[in-house]
């Protein structure tokens, strides 16, 4: 009961700011190189004095700015827009949903628990038309559409999730002035970054940091290259069917994708400490070998978030940038990228609800929140250079220049698999086990589940 009175005062709050926004907005519009033609566009749509309630996970910075960008709807349409953050979202928004009181529109982190609630009859399929707009004006668009198909109560599929707001995972992070110093290039194909892998080690040098530590999540680091590899190796159906588990864990393409981890992270000259410290290592310890004089390694491969944990001061794109996780051009597999994001999901029906997925295919809903930080986006409208740095726009650029997007397949798998025995099988992979024994542990916890 707290917790609704608070959200309840928070959503009070945020509609006075909103329904006076023309003096809160971030950015004036007609101002800067912004798609201003899209804002204006809204206008036509009217939504004086109507209500669209959104609840998400965002609090703290995020909840500041995702409220700045519904500004921006509110300002164009009228519609009185009341945004709630919770840390506790995946639990409430089913219990709203039970109780019929959701929200018009709900902001899910990953798309496991929307296709749940979809299947449970409380989502409502996208407007007419989101479907082919996304497969239009999204880069890999019809990975997009993918992720956001679920089928209904009935058991027919719709369009359920608007993705916005992506994160990439398929990362490799490096030294420029290592490179250049040893005369190293950044390497374009998988085949290239295996030379370059056994390159520096024949050049007395150690090419990797690799660390799956991190507490009760121990393993989560290399479940990310398991599921790159998967990509990398296999098309993009067959990494669905076993995120699913429609092929078993014990599968032979499963079984190969997690020995192309092994490839890497079981050499003893290719990690930096040996094989042996692999699974020892916290993960936010992992990439310093990068930053050490001499460098202990010369490549780390991990998601954006990474430079969090790099030494203070550490300038990206100067002290130390990235390059995609590459494919292997021999597959003709594309460019596949791994990463995780936020879809939006219609929960309580309205107009007005309907407006706002709209509102998230202009390309002035991605800017204003590409500008102030934080934010990356397939849309192919949006203006790039109003990244508000030179790092969003080169992960902005490995987005676009995707042709097959994935989810973190962890995060889509069962609890008790995805957060769980994946985790600890991949631990006991980088100790030395066989990789079948541990996709046959794996796969029986999974079916323990059923």
Request: net charge negative.
């Amino acid at each position: 009961m707290k917790k609704a009175l608070y959200a309840g005062a928070a959503a009070v709050a945020l509609t006075a700011g909103m329904s006076h926004a023309g003096g809160h907005l971030p950015f004036n519009p007609g101002e800067g190189d912004f798609n201003w033609d899209s804002f204006e566009a809204l206008k036509s749509t009217q939504l004086n004095g109507e209500e669209v309630t959104v609840f998400g996970p965002w609090l703290g910075p995020d909840q500041e700015v995702v409220e700045k960008v519904l500004a921006y709807f509110a300002e164009a349409t009228g519609a009185d827009v009341k945004y709630v953050g919770s840390d506790s979202f995946e639990q409430q928004i089913m219990i709203d949903a039970e109780a019929g009181s959701a929200p018009n529109v709900a902001v899910f982190p990953q798309p496991g628990l929307a296709a749940d609630m979809a299947s449970r009859g409380f989502l409502s399929p996208l407007p007419d038309g989101t479907e082919d707009w996304v497969r239009a004006n999204y880069a890999a668009g019809q990975s997009w559409v993918d992720l956001g198909t679920y089928a209904g109560a009935d058991g027919s599929e719709n369009l359920y999730g608007f993705f916005y707001k992506v994160d990439v995972k398929s990362l490799v992070w490096y030294s420029p002035e290592n490179f250049e110093d040893a005369g190293y290039e950044v390497p374009e194909t998988m085949e290239e970054l295996k030379a370059l892998t056994d390159q520096i080690v024949a050049d007395g040098e150690t090419p990797w940091c690799i660390g799956l530590g991190s507490g009760g999540a121990t393993g989560w680091p290399a479940t990310d290259w398991v599921e790159d590899m998967m990509l990398r190796t296999q098309p993009p159906e067959v990494y669905d069917a076993w995120v699913a588990n429609e092929i078993p864990f014990t599968d032979e393409r499963v079984v190969a994708a997690i020995e192309e981890f092994g490839a890497f992270a079981r050499v003893d000259d290719y990690v930096a400490g040996g094989a042996a410290q692999v699974a020892a290592t916290d993960f936010r310890d992992s990439p310093k070998g990068l930053f050490s004089s001499p460098p202990q390694c010369y490549m780390h491969r991990q998601a954006s978030f990474i430079p969090a944990f790099f030494p203070e001061g550490t300038s990206v794109g100067e002290d130390v940038d990235f390059f995609y996780f590459p494919a292997y051009s021999e597959k003709d597999l594309g460019s596949p990228v791994l990463g995780a994001g936020t879809l939006w999901a219609i929960t309580n029906p309205s107009d007005a609800a309907n407006a706002l997925i709209e509102f998230l295919k202009s390309p002035i809903a991605h800017e204003v929140w590409m500008a102030q930080g934080g934010f990356l986006t397939p849309h192919q409208g949006v203006n790039t250079e109003l990244y508000s740095n030179n790092t969003n726009r080169a992960l902005g650029d490995v987005l676009l220049g995707a042709t097959t997007f994935r989810f973190d397949g962890s995060d889509l798998m069962p609890g008790g698999v995805g957060a769980g025995s994946f985790w600890t099988g991949m631990v006991d992979y980088a100790g030395g086990k066989d990789a079948a024994e541990v996709a046959a542990e794996i796969q029986n916890s999974w079916d323990a589940l059923k």
